[in-house]
């Protein structure tokens, strides 16, 4: 079993901010015409990690006596924590407000999201929901936990509205370097919140539908709360090309290397990516070697789920 640190979410500068809980509340509405006149409670959003750092997201919903959560990853150590393999985030308030907690929804399958579920499961077993492919990477890390029996894992789809106490939960489709990656738009009496999770918008993804601009604009209109968004350099000008350019780059390195080897190395969750070396080898009758424990459980499971062919 490998050591873990815990930490909480972490501020610039992190470690000055180490065990800190970031923590925002959303100010009160007024009630739609014809509704009760009760003033709403306030939503309450604690960043138990992920925030001003790269990992171990976790974001806790609280609305009166219900809590769920989004989320639940890991951090890989920095080169100074010495016999650290994994940082978790801090589970301290969650644990102490566990008969509160109605869910966990996950937004894809990375490990920095899904990463420290076992960790929490152990100690918080609550209804897990994520799509398929997400649930399916999550089967294989508490299979290794021996959790898996105990667990209980909830499949969802793009639409699906789940209830969890005084929340629903939308999913929303949205395109990542991960298929099956989900939004949420989040409804209480107070209010309505759209958490993004990790997105890209992308045209012409290498399989499924582009993002759901569409229903975006729908929530916008209906009037959003706040919006979490959360996009890896979103703060720098331009856009990300789309992903099959990587598709055309390989053609010609493919084409370049003649007779040699070819050593490719990429993130193992990066289904799409690995189809693409997986095509452009057929086309060249090349053989495909997989390399990597994590590699080899990605690309087991994604095509047992058939998003990998």
Known sequence: MPKAKETGAASAPAKKTAGRRSYRSYGKIKPAPGKSKAEPK???VSFLGGLNEVGK?????????????VDCGLAFPDQDMLGVDL?????????????????????????DHIGG?????????????????????????????????????????PGDVITLGGFTVEAIHVNHSIPDACAFAIRTPAGLIVHTGDFKVDFTPIS?????????????SEG?????????????????????????SFEKLFERAANKRIIIATF????????????????FGRKVAVFGRSMVNVIATASELGYLN
């Open 42 to 44: 306030p939503i309450k």
């Open 57 to 69: 997201n976790m974001t806790l919903f609280e609305y009166g006596e219900d809590m769920f959560l």
């Open 87 to 111: 940082v978790l985030p801090d589970f301290t308030y969650v644990e102490r407000n566990a008969d509160r907690i109605r869910g966990i929804v996950i937004t894809h399958g990375h490990e």
């Open 117 to 157: 579920l076992p960790y929490l499961l152990k100690v918080l077993n609550v209804p897990v929901y994520g799509t398929k492919l997400t649930i399916g990477l999550i089967q294989g890390k508490l299979r290794e936990h021996g959790l898996l029996n105990s667990a209980s894992l909830n499949v969802i789809k």
């Open 208 to 220: 499924g539908e582009p993002i759901d601009l569409v229903r975006f604009g729908e929530l916008g």
């Open 224 to 248: 959003v709360l706040a919006l979490l968004s959360d996009s890896t350099n979103a703060e720098k000008p331009g856009s990300t090309p789309s992903e099959r350019i990587v598709g055309e």
């Open 268 to 283: 193992a969750s990066n289904v799409h990516r690995i189809q693409q070396v997986v095509d452009t080898a057929v086309r």
